[in-house]
């Protein structure tokens, strides 16, 4: 989140498309509620189904699952034709006025630069017109034909509502409506707040998706304000911690980068990591990035890293290609994988295509699971009937099965969506033979480093010079680890311009402006320092006063970046530095500094200076034209889904679906098609249950005992199904029997000339654990993923329904 869970009480309008918060996120969406019964807020919900979240909305309309870009670029279309968008913050803020490259282009469907053979595009033409000076051109009169601006205008013309009531069957008076509801908020004292997770992200456009509705916050003005912003719901409790730690394949903490093997030194990789400034005077913040490189090096190698051996640079992998989890099952299946470490994941039950991902484990020599708890994927070798049809003599996988604790076993902190750290303290002793994650890793590492000192091997250099300096090496206490991640002065730290000693050596940093490239300092993870600063651990503070009633709580836990609540809270303000709205005030120049009800976003420019809001990127501003981020465009474009129900997409019937996707032959070949599939499919999780885990509590599986799925009254009629029927869905890939619920939550919709039919399909149930046996949902899903994110098209598939 840009914002923050209490935050959302500040909103006008709160918009939930592409999630479905009150069953999903019940605890968090009573600020969704605080906001319509204190502030008056309108809640609005976009969604397939008629949800728990709709039942309480002021507002409820339908739209086809995978469509949402034609809905919200037919959105942007509206607010510019209309001028309903905030003109002096679109000017000032992002980038509309700056000029872009000769040549670029946009024709039938393909950007400039697609290599169809690689299925990937050249991005060198997506980027503005250089100055001499390597700078931006900008035309500040909007009128250059390309400029960002002038372009913007002509892709969404084609997004008419016409186009957009075709594509998502959502009747036009309603996405009318849902317009003037955002139209509304234009003005300078409204803000509208989207709330959104995975009806948006499960998709193969799910990044643009999200980059839709940004680019509607920056029209509206609603970036950096209280009650505004870009806020993803986050799902486990600690998922944003991990992507700030840097557990994706190509990911190091703190969102840097991972090199990759055209990189074969420091300087390269440096080189290709720090931007340089693309308009004049800007903050250009990630131009620090050798600071934050450097200390992270000297907290994973510690002495061992020096500037002679480019800090140990040589010790990181280098990736070759994505190592996303859909890569790496790709890989198991073909045989080219030997042992897999499963930590807290069930692939069997949670990735898509059950099938091949059973085929992939059955070709691994070993096996290990660290999992508190017993998961289908430990035991996929098992026979359970039509459940999981397997042959255990024909499978020879060792699994080795490592039971751990869980999160109210140990102590730790734990990061919202909110980005806020808090600390928590552990509530119980696990049972039986379970060891927490740390320690399980730690004595794997430490057995490891023990047998290359012995031994000798292959590439020891990154175990041998991992830094391991813990109490008890084979346990590390989250407290060090965390006192780690902030980081320490290695050597005493100066202030550049006056010499004076900032930091003592062996001190806890406080702000990550005290790193250093020279290997003065260390930090795990550059973001969180400040978490654990020499008055202690920040994450444990529990002091909610909160002076502004805008509910940021500054002495409540600790958030990234510096306990900073509202990124890009410099856009609250206008150029000159007056709130935008009184009210919201987040932060105010006192003729020295900015300070106010939040940790202003920076501190050094005056108001009226040219310095931009949006300090992470080059040119200081919010891109409406993504130059060089996006896999598959700069400009967001509907494709449909792998599996369409349409068989074509209606604005370029050359280019169906993204075709910069992560997808592998096998399984582009067996995607479904309309004949055979003629229903979309789509999946979702229920309050009563967690995932997987709570097929293991009774209760839970007493609340919703048995697999059902969702399916519309027309339909469910004209097929002769009744309400409680066993039903077979098919899809591709293979089937499930679930019983009958027949509803008029999901409607019939009008698409392309054809009726549209959507098929609910609850995931949860296995065969393992209390509760009722059942068929893993994930039999039926697609192994195809998101451009920029891999995540999996769980979202819109194609299936069939039979009564059996
Ligand atoms: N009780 C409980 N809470 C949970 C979880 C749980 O298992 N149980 N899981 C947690 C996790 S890990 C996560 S990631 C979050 C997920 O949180 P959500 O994303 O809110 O959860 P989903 O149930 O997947 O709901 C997605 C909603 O998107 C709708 N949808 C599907 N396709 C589209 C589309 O193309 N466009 C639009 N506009 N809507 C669409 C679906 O109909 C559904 O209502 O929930 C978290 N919270
Ligand atoms: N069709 C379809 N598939 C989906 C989704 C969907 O909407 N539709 N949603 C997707 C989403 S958003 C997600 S997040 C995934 C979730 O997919 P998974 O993460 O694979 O599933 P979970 O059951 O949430 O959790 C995996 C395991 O973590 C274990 N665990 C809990 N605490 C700890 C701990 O402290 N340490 C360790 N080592 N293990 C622990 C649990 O016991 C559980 O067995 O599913 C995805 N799959
Ligand atoms: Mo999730």
């Known amino acids: 989140m840009t914002n923050h869970w209490v935050d959302i009480k500040n909103a006008d309008l709160v918009v939930v498309m592409g999630g479905n918060a009150a069953e999903a996120h019940p605890v968090g969406f009573r600020w969704a509620m605080e906001a319509k019964i204190h502030n008056g807020a309108k809640l609005i919900v976009i969604d397939p189904r008629f949800t728990r979240t709709a039942s309480v909305a002021d507002f409820y309309t339908p739209i ?7 809905f919200l670029s037919g959105v942007l279309l509206y607010l510019i034709t209309n001028n309903k968008y905030n003109r002096e913050y679109v000017e000032a803020y992002t980038n509309a006025n700056l000029i872009v490259r000769e040549d670029y282009s946009f024709d039938d469907g393909l950007f400039s630069g697609y290599d169809a053979a690689n299925r990937k595009y050249d991005k060198t033409s997506w980027n503005y017109e250089l100055d001499e000076k390597g700078f931006a051109k900008r035309d500040l009169t909007l009128s250059h034909p390309r400029c960002v601006w002038n372009l913007l205008k002509e892709h969404v013309s084609r997004y008419t509502p016409e186009v957009v009531a075709n594509i998502c069957g959502t009747p036009k008076d309603d996405f009318i409506k849902v317009c003037e509801y955002l139209a509304a908020t234009s003005v300078k004292d409204k803000t509208a707040s989207f709330l959104y997770a995975l009806g948006w992200t499960q998709h193969s456009v799910g990044a643009q998706n999200i980059r839709t509705m940004a680019m509607i916050q920056l029209l509206l003005g609603n970036m950096g304000m209280a009650g505004g912003g870009v806020n993803a719901l986050r799902g486990h409790s600690n998922i944003q911690g991990l992507t700030d730690i840097g557990l994706l394949s190509q990911s190091l903490p703190g969102y840097m980068t991972l090199p990759n093997e055209k990189q074969p030194d420091l300087q390269t990789y440096l080189a290709a990591s720090t931007p340089k400034p693309l308009l004049e005077g800007q903050v250009n913040y990630w131009g620090n990035y050798p600071k934050f490189f450097v200390s992270m090096m000297k907290a994973f190698f510690g002495d061992k890293a020096t500037a002679e051996n480019s800090w140990g640079y040589d010790w990181l992998p280098k990736w070759d290609k994505g190592y996303d989890v859909l890569q790496y099952f790709e890989m198991m299946n073909q045989g080219k994988v030997n042992g897999y470490i499963c930590q807290g994941f069930n692939p069997v039950a949670s990735f898509p295509n059950k099938n091949k991902v059973i ?103 990154p175990v041998l010079n991992m830094s391991w300096n813990y109490q008890t090496p084979d346990n590390p206490d989250p407290e060090e680890v965390a006192r780690e991640s902030n980081g320490k002065a290695l050597a005493d730290v100066l202030d550049p311009a006056t010499g004076a000693v900032l930091v003592k050596k062996g001190q806890q940093l406080s702000s990550f402006a005290q790193l250093r490239d020279d290997g003065t300092t260390s930090s795990g993870c550059w973001i969180f320092a400040g978490s654990w600063t020499p008055d202690g651990n920040q994450m444990a503070r529990r002091d909610n006063a909160d002076p502004s009633g805008l509910g940021n709580t500054l002495a409540w836990a600790w958030a990234w970046p510096l306990n900073r609540r509202i990124l890009y809270n410099r856009a609250s303000a206008d150029p000159q530095g007056k709130p935008w709205d009184e009210k919201r005030r987040l932060i105010s120049w006192d003729g020295a500094k900015w300070s106010g009800a939040d940790i202003a976003d920076y501190s050094a420019a005056a108001p009226g200076s040219d310095v931009g809001p949006f300090i992470m990127q080059p040119e200081g501003l919010g891109r409406l034209f993504a130059i060089d981020k996006m896999a598959e465009g700069p400009f967001p474009e509907h494709y449909e889904p792998f599996e369409t129900p349409l068989g074509t997409n209606p604005l370029h019937p050359n280019v169906v679906s993204n075709p910069a996707a992560r997808v592998f032959k096998g399984d582009l070949e067996a995607m479904g098609k309309h004949d055979k599939f003629p229903y979309v499919g789509t ?36 097929l002769g ?58 039999t039926l899903t697609p192994f195809v993923g998101d451009a920029n994110t891999q995540t999996p098209e769980f979202k819109a598939f194609l299936v069939n329904v039979e009564k059996v």
């Open 359 to 461: 085929a992939s484990l059955s070709k691994l020599k070993f096996l290990v699971t660290i999992d508190p708890l017993n998961t289908e994927t430990a035991n996929f070798w098992q026979n359970h009937g039509e459940f999981n049809d397997v042959d255990p003599a024909e499978i020879q996988t060792e699994v080795f099965r490592l039971p751990s604790t869980c999160f109210a076993e140990e102590n730790g902190s734990i990061v919202n969506s909110g980005r806020w750290l808090q600390w928590h303290w552990k509530g119980a002793d696990a049972p039986g033979e379970a060891l927490n994650d740390g320690e399980i890793l730690s004595g794997i590492f430490t057995r490891l480093r023990h047998m290359y000192q012995q031994d000798g091997g292959a590439q020891p250099e």
């Open 64 to 70: 086809r699952s995978g469509s949402d870009i034609a």
């Open 683 to 718: 999946t979702y999780r229920l309050t009563e249950h967690f995932h997987y885990w709570t097929k293991h509590a009774v209760l839970n599986a007493i609340a919703q005992p048995e697999q059902f799925i969702e399916i519309g009254e027309k339909l469910a009629n004209s």
């Open 721 to 778: 199904i009744a309400h409680g029927d066993t039903v077979k869905v098919s899809s591709n890939r293979g089937f499930i029997k679930a019983k009958a619920v027949v509803t008029k939550r999901i409607r019939q919709l009008d698409v392309n000339g054809q009726k549209v039919d959507t098929i609910g399909i609850p995931i949860h149930w296995g065969y393992e654990g209390v509760a009722k046996k059942g068929f893993i949902a994930n």
